[in-house]
């Protein structure tokens, strides 16, 4: 291992003579070589993918950029293996860094490759290649600074300029991957649509699209897709035609068949669950929301440990015991970038969440829709029009926002009571307990809070479906009620519903939730001021006095158990509406339906020059027809034909 490694620092990982730095072995053995290892692996699955990808263009112009991107790569390439051969000559045995440098330039060879193929098959710019120079510029950055700090350039000035002349050719090569395709390039005309059939037919209209179809992986993190859009939004007000086209997963008849696809599979196992059938067909696009918010609850923990060191380091400037400005410019920087990724993946967590809320209303209303169109008379007299629209509107709404929203609070809030509750205990010592146990006191109260709700929100739906009903009725039967002037008794029946009961019903509610927004505001306090109190009082040792360091940290630690705390309790009654309303559409999806396989469909073409007046629409021959509670038919051998243009009663 000594011999794989000739530096004398070791594996590291950091360096004991120089700050904020990672030791040579460390550099080559792990990240350069881990870089490029990974890449070759991804690229080569990504090659075998484009393999049989149709090529979007019969002729492809050889634009200048692209024959400018691939001299740059394989100028890399040269100066990767010139690198290379200077550190052979340097070590003339087998050891990291040759290990490294050899990796490095196979990888700049497969992405050539990678390059060529993804122009002519793809028209977004290419995630892989791209996270693939970004990593590497940043590597050789290292590398760079580390061979300045060591002295290098005197000592072996071949390896520095090599090096020196790589980043640059990579910093050039993610600069020109990263800019957009022209549309121009991959748009077909109608003839060579007709020599390329694989091609998608909506690629000749490119134009119309979407800009975040078009958009690389920077593009869609920063969102400056939307650029154009906006300035034009700016400039006057935005017209229908300044838009771009729907993309296609958001249409509704593809949103209805992937749901309808699991739905329908859930109806054949024999025990139905609508959240399977809803987890199977969005479960993906949550699992990434939630990977989101998993790095934004993660990295926004490493803002309290940086100020710390932060202050830290302030307090000791200009003392014996102090640290080289190296760190201090690390920790704010650091503090930066944090703040940075934390915002990012923030958003990026919110907007995953919105597509879904979209795509799970959309799911869920046509089913509902669907649904009405399928009902058994029988299933049909517990289902008003009104309660009907209920489920549309206000039940699949109530859901998909829990399940975009709320869901995944369910495990993001305990997870940043611990960790914060975790550091508070590294900063504070055991007076931290005194927080936690003020807030075990607060959830038996939140709890009891949230099931008051819940029975309050379960009558108030039966109550406003009460309403429906007899809104419907009236509305239905209007001519019929002025004529016989019975307005004041309708009139009295749905204000008995709506004041008495309904009205009655929210104002309890709305004063349950007021006592439970006055709990959750009041928990953060308390839980603050009697953690700092009992330090103050009963330790104030073991961490030392309330030093600026530990008041700050700790206050930034509370400020953010502060908001898993106050929204981490509407969970609960958010979570009981939701699985009421869900409840609901499930009853309503399950209800009874006709018998499909007593009717037979043929299709039909009116305008058919055959087409005559003759041809029978609707026949019934031999019909038995009854309710599907009784046994026996109501009706035996109905016959009849209606045929086209007849008039029947």
Same mark, same amino acid.
Request: proline share 5%; with cysteine; glycine share 4%.
């Given at each position: 291992?000594?011999?794989?490694?000739?530096?004398?620092e070791?594996w590291?990982?950091?360096?004991?003579?120089r700050?904020?730095d990672?030791?040579?072995?460390?550099q080559?053995?792990?990240l350069?070589t881990?870089?490029?290892?990974?890449?070759i692996f991804?690229a080569? $699955? &990504?090659?075998r993918?484009?393999? +049989?990808?149709?090529?979007?263009l #019969?002729? %492809? !112009?050889a634009q200048?950029?692209?024959w400018?991107?691939m001299a740059?790569?394989?100028?890399?390439l040269?100066a990767s293996?010139?690198?290379?051969?200077?550190?052979?000559?340097?070590?003339?045995y087998?050891?990291?860094?040759?290990?490294s440098?050899?990796?490095?330039?196979?990888?700049?060879?497969?992405?050539?490759?990678?390059?060529?193929?993804?122009?002519?098959?793809?028209?977004v710019?290419?995630?892989?290649l791209l996270l693939f120079?970004?990593?590497t510029v940043?590597?050789?950055?290292?590398? $760079? &600074?580390?061979a300045i700090?060591? +002295?290098?350039?005197?000592s072996? #000035?071949? %390896? !520095?300029?090599a090096?020196?002349?790589?980043?640059?050719?990579?910093?050039?090569?993610?600069?020109?991957?990263?800019?957009?395709?022209?549309?121009?390039?991959?748009?077909?005309?109608d003839e060579?649509?007709e020599y390329?059939?694989g091609i998608p037919?909506?690629t000749s209209r490119?134009t119309?699209?979407?800009?975040?179809?078009?958009?690389?992986i920077?593009?869609?993190?920063?969102f400056t897709?939307?650029?154009?859009?906006?300035?034009?939004?700016?400039?006057?007000?935005?017209q229908m035609?300044d838009?771009?086209e729907?993309?296609r997963e958001?249409h509704?008849?593809?949103?209805n068949?992937?749901f309808?696809?699991n739905?329908?599979?859930e109806l054949?196992s024999?025990?139905?669950?609508l959240?399977r059938?809803?987890?199977?067909?969005?479960?993906?696009?949550?699992?990434?929301?939630?990977f989101?918010k998993?790095?934004?609850?993660?990295?926004s923990?490493?803002?309290?440990?940086?100020?710390?060191?932060l202050?830290?380091?302030v307090?000791?400037?200009?003392?014996?015991?102090?640290?080289?400005?190296?760190?201090g410019?690390?920790y704010?920087?650091?503090?930066f970038l944090v703040a940075?990724?934390q915002?990012?993946?923030?958003?990026?967590?919110?907007?995953?969440?919105?597509?879904v809320n979209?795509l799970?209303?959309?799911s869920?209303?046509?089913?509902?829709?669907?649904k009405?169109?399928?009902?058994?008379?029988?299933?049909r007299?517990?289902?008003?029009i009104?309660g009907i629209?209920?489920h549309?509107?206000?039940?699949s709404?109530?859901?998909?926002d829990?399940?975009?929203?709320f869901?995944h609070h369910?495990?993001?809030?305990?997870?940043?009571i611990?960790?914060?509750?975790y550091?508070?205990?590294?900063?504070l010592?055991?007076?931290?307990?005194?927080?936690?146990?003020v807030?075990?006191?607060?959830?038996?109260?939140?709890a009891?809070?949230?099931r008051n709700m819940?029975?309050l929100?379960?009558m108030?739906?039966?109550?406003?479906?009460?309403?429906?009903k007899?809104?419907?009725?009236?509305l239905?039967?209007?001519?019929?009620?002025?004529?016989?002037a019975w307005e004041?008794s309708f009139?009295k029946?749905?204000?008995?519903?709506?004041?008495?009961?309904?009205l009655?019903?929210i104002?309890?509610?709305?004063a349950i939730?007021?006592?439970?927004?006055?709990?959750?505001?009041l928990?953060?306090?308390?839980?603050?001021f009697?953690?700092?109190?009992?330090?103050?009082?009963?330790?104030?040792v073991?961490?030392g006095?309330l030093?600026p360091q530990?008041?700050?940290?700790?206050l930034?630690?509370f400020?953010m158990?502060?908001?898993?705390?106050?929204?981490?309790?509407m969970?609960i009654?958010?979570?009981l509406e939701?699985?009421?309303?869900?409840?609901?559409?499930?009853?309503?999806?399950?209800a009874?339906e006709?018998?499909?396989e007593?009717?037979?469909r043929v299709s039909?073409?009116?305008?058919?020059?055959i087409?005559?007046?003759?041809?029978?629409l609707?026949s019934?021959?031999?019909?038995?027809?009854?309710?599907?509670?009784?046994e026996?038919?109501?009706?035996?051998?109905?016959?009849?034909e209606c045929?086209?243009?007849?008039?029947?009663?």
């Amino acid at each position: 291992m000594l011999q794989l490694c000739p530096s004398n620092e070791g594996w590291g990982p950091l360096s004991p003579s120089r700050p904020v730095d990672f030791t040579l072995c460390f550099q080559h053995g792990v990240l350069v070589t881990g870089l490029n290892m990974l890449f070759i692996f991804v690229a080569c $699955l &990504r090659l075998r993918a484009l393999k +049989d990808a149709p090529i979007l263009l #019969p002729t %492809v !112009v050889a634009q200048t950029q692209f024959w400018v991107k691939m001299a740059v790569v394989m100028t890399a390439l040269v100066a990767s293996t010139a690198e290379l051969l200077v550190l052979a000559q340097l070590y003339p045995y087998l050891n990291v860094f040759m290990i490294s440098m050899a990796l490095q330039s196979v990888a700049v060879a497969i992405a050539i490759r990678l390059h060529w193929r993804e122009q002519f098959t793809n028209r977004v710019a290419s995630t892989t290649l791209l996270l693939f120079w970004l990593a590497t510029v940043l590597l050789a950055l290292m590398r $760079l &600074r580390t061979a300045i700090t060591m +002295d290098v350039v005197n000592s072996a #000035p071949a %390896v !520095v300029t090599a090096c020196s002349v790589f980043l640059l050719l990579s910093l050039a090569a993610l600069v020109m991957e990263s800019q957009p395709k022209p549309h121009m390039l991959y748009e077909l005309d109608d003839e060579d649509e007709e020599y390329y059939p694989g091609i998608p037919e909506d690629t000749s209209r490119c134009t119309y699209q979407s800009p975040e179809e078009r958009a690389n992986i920077f593009s869609r993190l920063a969102f400056t897709w939307m650029t154009p859009l906006l300035e034009q939004g700016y400039r006057k007000p935005l017209q229908m035609e300044d838009t771009w086209e729907l993309s296609r997963e958001y249409h509704p008849d593809v949103v209805n068949a992937r749901f309808q696809r699991n739905w329908q599979a859930e109806l054949r196992s024999g025990n139905p669950s609508l959240f399977r059938a809803t987890m199977r067909t969005y479960g993906l696009s949550l699992a990434l929301g939630g990977f989101y918010k998993l790095i934004k609850d993660l990295v926004s923990f490493l803002n309290p440990i940086l100020l710390s060191r932060l202050i830290g380091f302030v307090s000791r400037y200009n003392t014996p015991n102090a640290e080289p400005i190296e760190y201090g410019y690390f920790y704010a920087i650091s503090m930066f970038l944090v703040a940075t990724v934390q915002n990012v993946a923030l958003q990026q967590h919110w907007v995953q969440n919105q597509r879904v809320n979209c795509l799970l209303k959309v799911s869920y209303t046509t089913a509902i829709y669907r649904k009405t169109m399928t009902l058994s008379n029988d299933a049909r007299q517990n289902y008003s029009i009104g309660g009907i629209v209920t489920h549309m509107s206000v039940d699949s709404q109530r859901v998909a926002d829990f399940t975009a929203n709320f869901s995944h609070h369910l495990w993001s809030s305990p997870l940043q009571i611990v960790l914060a509750l975790y550091l508070l205990y590294q900063t504070l010592g055991w007076c931290t307990f005194a927080g936690v146990i003020v807030m075990l006191i607060s959830i038996p109260t939140s709890a009891r809070l949230g099931r008051n709700m819940r029975a309050l929100n379960k009558m108030l739906m039966g109550y406003r479906d009460r309403r429906m009903k007899i809104m419907d009725e009236v509305l239905s039967g209007i001519k019929i009620i002025k004529l016989y002037a019975w307005e004041t008794s309708f009139l009295k029946r749905i204000n008995d519903i709506r004041v008495t009961l309904e009205l009655g019903t929210i104002r309890n509610y709305g004063a349950i939730q007021s006592l439970f927004s006055f709990v959750v505001t009041l928990v953060p306090f308390a839980v603050s001021f009697s953690t700092f109190g009992l330090y103050s009082l009963m330790d104030n040792v073991s961490h030392g006095p309330l030093t600026p360091q530990l008041v700050f940290v700790s206050l930034t630690l509370f400020n953010m158990v502060r908001f898993p705390l106050s929204h981490g309790p509407m969970l609960i009654p958010a979570l009981l509406e939701a699985m009421v309303s869900t409840r609901r559409i499930f009853d309503f999806l399950t209800a009874g339906e006709i018998d499909f396989e007593a009717i037979e469909r043929v299709s039909y073409d009116r305008d058919s020059p055959i087409a005559t007046s003759d041809d029978v629409l609707v026949s019934v021959r031999n019909g038995e027809f009854k309710w599907l509670t009784a046994e026996a038919p109501t009706l035996k051998n109905v016959n009849i034909e209606c045929k086209r243009d007849q008039l029947v009663a």
